[in-house]
């Protein structure tokens, strides 16, 4: 049974990584099923033993690296709650160690749909009562939305910044807008 685990994992994986081989030179829409086939070594058929559609594939990539990148903090977390550049540095760790997966899922034409699911993630993880104000909810947004374009974007940029300066923004952004923003009962 074991041995069939790691077949059916392994052929997955094959699957997975041709698409991304593809969505590295094209876009997301214009790849087939016969092409991911066709470069991974299977049938149609095989294909439609793990996924639906193209787009459940991505679905299922998007879910695996925001789950292995919600468990990396998961695993970071002690007692206390993460310090905010802490949070950052190990969701920019994740997605340096996944590059040719994230290139792909930032990628200017996938990259709104992919920042909003980060988001939600990320807040539902953290915050469990949904009761703020809707300026609260907005300061959310604007806070993880552009922190995370702005990831993004410098992942993706032939002159990024380092990670440490790319951080230290994000930590004065947090001290001296959102937090206080947060703070804030109005």
């Not at 991505?58 to 949070?87: D, G």
């Not at 992919?114 to 915050?127: A, D, S």
Request: proline fraction near 2%.
């Amino acid at each position: 049974m074991k041995k069939q685990s790691k077949v059916t994992d392994a052929t997955r994986e094959s699957l997975v990584n041709a698409f991304f081989q593809l969505a590295s030179k094209k876009n997301i829409d214009q790849i087939t099923i016969r092409e991911i086939t066709d470069l991974a070594g299977y049938e149609r058929t095989t294909f439609y033993r793990y996924f639906t559609d193209v787009f459940a594939l991505v679905e299922y990539a998007e879910n695996r690296l925001l789950q292995s990148t919600w468990e990396a903090i998961e695993s970071q977390q002690s007692e206390n709650t993460l310090a905010e550049k802490q949070f950052f540095e190990i969701i920019i760790q994740c997605f340096h160690e996944n590059a040719g997966h994230v290139s792909v899922l930032l990628s200017e034409r996938n990259r709104s749909h992919f920042l909003r699911r980060i988001k939600e993630n990320v807040t539902n993880n953290l915050y469990t009562q949904n009761n703020d104000s809707p300026r609260k909810m907005v300061v959310r947004d604007i806070y993880f939305y552009g922190i995370f374009y702005a990831i993004s974007v410098n992942l993706q940029s032939k002159d990024a910044l380092p990670d440490d300066d790319l951080l230290d923004i994000i930590q004065k952004l947090f001290e001296n807008w959102y937090w206080p923003e947060m703070k804030n009962q109005n």
